[in-house]
């Protein structure tokens, strides 16, 4: 496909785990943008769809209008690198399977990488459907904190909902980022597939190695979309409130941590996380219980075991199962 540098190729990318009707919606979205120059890749983890949405997507297959990847494994970076290797465009657009698009989604994402060569990376605002309703819509947030530029306190501190200027950020919100493609062809950055269960800071971990090429991470507030936040699925295989979860939880934090900060930035994380997850302060509000203080906190310690021993185990096993699997596949 010739590329119109006007309207460079978004490959706009879209895991997926358990969705029916948000999957749907979230699809037909992305085909309704006036972009140009765009195409549609779904990684599928569903073990079975509902035959009308089964019949949706082998339609639009059929059609051209999407790529459909049908995998027998869930994990959401494992599924990004999956579709990054399938992908042809300048850009890398992820989205999640439960979100509305307004017209013109593409457009502010494209326009960034345009304008500014330093970009690697775009951040876009997403109205979280949950938060903005605690807040009635009406907390807005010109300028962030310098907190937020802080990698030990910073995930307390960036609020990418309630944001209204454009600005330099640490991370992204992985149901509304965008990259250069170069990032992963010339920089070979990838996904860390060791991020378990619905793989939480799997993307803050992914941004925070991209930083250390040089580039920069823009948000840009008109690149927003609507995050639906389903209580299932999403390409993750354990419900948010299982006991496996709460343990990948802390896993994936303290592996983060083990992975890019210093010892300082890190013990600052690991207090913050006790401060808030374990103890309930705010901005958490959890119960303060003593048995659910006391529950959460053996989780945190176990957390902490585990990712350690992730990191050990990295000395002989890079942890990257899913590509490896893929690749022994394309190689046959």
Not at 3 to 31: H, K, Q, W
Not at 100 to 120: I, Q, R, S, V
Not at 238 to 253: A, D, P, V
Request: charged share 25%; aromatic share 10%.
């Amino acid at each position: 496909m010739t590329i119109n540098m006007n309207f460079p190729l978004i490959s706009v990318i879209i895991p997926t785990y358990c969705r029916e009707e948000p999957l749907r919606g979230s699809i037909a979205d992305v085909l309704k943008q006036d972009y140009p120059n765009y195409e549609v890749l779904v990684v599928d983890q569903t073990p079975k769809h509902e035959p009308e949405i089964e019949a949706y997507l082998e339609e639009l297959a059929a059609a051209s209008k999407i790529k459909w990847f049908r995998l027998n494994w869930a994990s959401l970076p494992g599924a990004r690198n999956y579709a990054v290797r399938r992908a042809a465009g300048e850009i890398i657009l992820f989205i999640d399977d439960d979100v509305e698009l307004p017209d013109g989604f593409l457009a502010a994402h494209a326009k960034n990488y345009l304008e500014n060569p330093e970009m690697g990376a775009v951040a876009g605002r997403v109205f979280d459907r949950m938060k903005l309703g605690d807040s009635g819509g009406k907390l807005q947030i010109e300028y962030l904190p310098p907190q937020a530029m802080d990698p030990g306190i910073a995930w307390y501190y960036i609020d990418l909902v309630h944001t209204i200027k454009p600005q330099e950020v640490l991370t992204a919100r992985g149901c509304n980022m965008s990259f250069r493609s170069e990032i992963f062809t010339k920089h070979k950055l990838r996904f860390d597939e060791r991020f378990r269960g619905s793989a939480v800071r799997e993307e803050s971990d992914f941004c925070l190695r991209l930083r250390q090429t040089g580039y920069k991470i823009w948000y840009d507030p008109d690149a927003h979309l609507v995050h639906l936040g389903e209580e299932t699925g999403g390409c993750h295989d354990i419900s948010m409130r299982s006991l496996k979860y709460q343990l990948t939880f802390y896993h994936n934090h303290f592996l983060m941590g083990l992975k890019n900060l210093t010892a300082t930035q890190a013990l600052r994380l690991y207090a913050r996380l006790f401060d808030c997850h374990v103890l309930g302060r705010p901005p958490c509000h959890k119960s303060g219980s003593p048995i659910k203080i006391l529950t959460r906190g053996i989780f945190y310690s176990l957390g902490f075991l585990k990712a350690l021993g992730t990191v050990i185990q990295s000395i002989w096993n890079d942890g990257q199962i899913y590509t490896h699997i893929d690749k022994q596949v394309k190689s046959i």
